[in-house]
């Protein structure tokens, strides 16, 4: 953790990069036995709701330039980006009942980034994944190089760079009872059933 930087139980985790992320993940899948992952770009856009900003949304011109500059104000016009963290809860809970979902904390997913050629009529042509940089979800997408903790020092295409990078774990719904069923027949064999 960089100098400077206050920890805080009240607050989040950052400067986490994806990497920090994906062996947290695995090491609270082997001390707890359930399964921990990071969501994908799809499944964090779900659980956002309504917060999720789609960068998708393409400006009315066939001018590439005009539309990344249409992208870049949209996703430069934040509003309030204090680099202050809030404490949990501070942006409230989503339709989805989920707190701080594109707060001021970016949250890393699975998904690589794409780059897809396009032709004259709009089809993919040809698609390369990146898998060096992922997605950041948060109150824009970032794509930012996995090993980056701190955002504001690069890693971000287009826009404001994220300003704490953080991450949600989402636990697989059949764990735990792989688990207790585990633990179960330890105890059991422990005693002698």
């Not at 942006?91 to 701080?100: I, T």
Request: hydrophobic share 40%; aromatic share 10%; proline share 4%.
């Amino acid at each position: 953790m960089p100098a400077g930087t206050a920890i805080r139980a009240d607050r989040p985790a950052v400067q986490v990069s994806w990497q920090d992320a994906t062996s947290y993940a695995d090491w609270l899948s082997r001390k707890t036995g359930a399964h921990y992952r990071l969501p994908t770009d799809a499944e964090w856009a779900f659980a956002a709701g309504s917060r999720f900003r789609d960068d998708g949304l393409a400006a009315e011109t066939e001018d590439p330039a005009v539309r990344w500059i249409a992208r870049y104000e949209r996703e430069s016009d934040r509003g309030d980006l204090s680099t202050s963290l809030r404490s949990f809860g501070g942006f409230g809970a989503n339709e989805r009942g989920l707190l701080d979902l594109a707060g001021n904390v970016w949250e890393w997913t699975t998904t690589c980034f794409d780059r897809t050629a396009i032709d004259a009529d709009g089809r993919a042509q040809a698609r390369t994944a990146n898998c060096g940089v992922r997605v950041a979800e948060g109150r824009h997408r970032a794509y930012v190089s996995d090993f980056i903790r701190d955002a504001k020092a690069g890693g971000c295409s287009a826009g404001l760079p994220p300003i704490h990078l953080g991450f949600r774990l989402v636990r697989e719904p059949d764990a735990p009872l792989a688990w207790l069923r585990e633990q179960l027949g330890r105890a059991m064999a422990s005693v002698g059933i």
